[in-house]
């Protein structure tokens, strides 16, 4: 009877062990310091990475009306149909890097690297086809035939950046669970830097006009990919977690794309929710909308990698005070500034107007939408 009871026992206990104390005052200011010490160069680099194709836009706004329209929309364009999902296909690595960096089995890292590169880089060849049709497409859904012939010059300039965004991300996200981000806001930084003077050089000096941003983009993705590449195969801090090239990142392909495909639709479906409005009101998304999601999926995987279930739960808890936290500041700022912002993008009144009308609203779904997130 005895034996009998303890098997029962075993069978009703959790997987995970449970734990029915709170939380220690030391504990989660603890937490709270390491997801700052994440999150801020985390935020700093998803600022930088997207202020490339922000600042792309600024100097077309300055061309005039039609060339602003058509920029924001290719930008919408090539983030609904491009970036989006290749952003978070690359995120299935938060789960794969996270949780074998927490179990220390640093060589599975690169493992997980190499195949990430090999499905995001071979989703890119038919995503870059639908960039080439952009105008074609833009004229079925009923867009206005100016904007769409603006929008399809400005998207196939930006052609090779899809290539560069993919081997980007994926290194990104490889650094990230190794909690090793400022380098990659260092280099993020150098890229905007540059990224200004090109724009200025390939708007304003080479004749381009509109495509030199386009073409800006390009450039600066490539530039942020392979200064990222390198860091990668010459840093010592990556010694461990980048063992060079194997065969052994075929076998785990199907394993990657059962995870990525969900998470790209998932993610997916969030941003095009944003950029329906930009769309519509020639607004941009804002840049610090994943910075939760990215700093609790890299806490949690190392932590539940690690086998310390609870340790991911006040993971869980101290993100969602920072979320609600942050939505609360940035939603703030944007109302407070909303009558000045468009002017970032065009002179033109009516169009500072509607950007004021629009962060109204956007405000408030920042807010609600980290705390989905």
């Known amino acids: 009877m005895e034996n009998l009871e303890e098997q029962r026992d075993c069978l009703e206990s959790p997987l995970i062990p449970q734990s029915q104390q709170g939380f220690a005052k030391d504990e989660i200011l603890g937490e709270v310091k390491k997801q700052l010490l994440l999150a801020g160069p985390l935020v700093s680099v998803n600022f930088l990475v997207f202020a490339l194709q922000l600042i792309s836009v600024m100097f077309v706004g300055h061309l005039g009306n039609l060339p602003l329209s058509g920029a924001s929309m290719a930008t919408s364009f090539a983030s609904v149909t491009g970036f989006s999902l290749l952003r978070g296909m690359a995120s299935a690595l938060d789960t794969f890097c996270g949780q074998s960096f927490g179990a220390k089995q640093y060589h599975m890292l690169g493992i997980h690297l190499q195949g990430s590169l090999l499905v995001l880089l071979t989703a890119s060849i038919p995503l870059a086809f639908i960039w080439a049709n952009a105008a074609s497409i833009l004229l079925f859904f009923g867009q206005d035939p100016e904007i769409a012939a603006e929008a399809g010059k400005y998207a196939r300039f930006m052609l090779p950046s899809i290539f ?32 200004i003077l090109v724009c200025w050089i390939l708007v304003f000096k080479s004749g381009l006009g509109n495509k030199g941003p386009a073409l800006a983009n390009a450039f600066s993705y490539w530039t942020n990919a392979l200064l990222l590449v390198l860091y990668v195969r010459t840093s010592p801090s990556c010694k461990k977690t980048w063992t060079g090239y194997s065969m052994e990142a075929f076998y785990g392909i199907l394993k990657f794309l059962k995870l990525s495909i969900p998470s790209a639709i998932m993610l997916s479906l969030e941003i095009w929710s944003f950029e329906m409005m930009v769309l519509l009101s020639g607004l941009l998304p804002n840049p610090k909308l994943e910075t939760s999601v990215l700093a609790i999926s890299t806490r949690a995987s190392n932590e539940l990698g690690a086998g310390r279930p609870r340790a991911a739960r006040l993971a869980i808890c101290v993100t969602l005070l920072m979320v609600v936290t942050e939505g609360t500041v940035i939603g703030t700022v944007m109302i407070s500034g909303r009558k000045y912002w468009g002017y970032l993008y065009s002179k033109d009144e009516q169009v500072v107007k509607y950007v004021g009308q629009m962060l109204l609203l956007i405000a408030a779904s920042h807010l609600i939408d980290g705390i989905q997130s």
Do not use: D, K, W, Y
């Open 164 to 195: 560069g965004f993919a081997i980007q991300e994926c290194h990104i996200r490889f650094l990230q669970a190794q909690n090793n981000v400022v380098p990659m806001m260092i280099i993020s930084g150098f890229t905007t830097l540059l990224h």
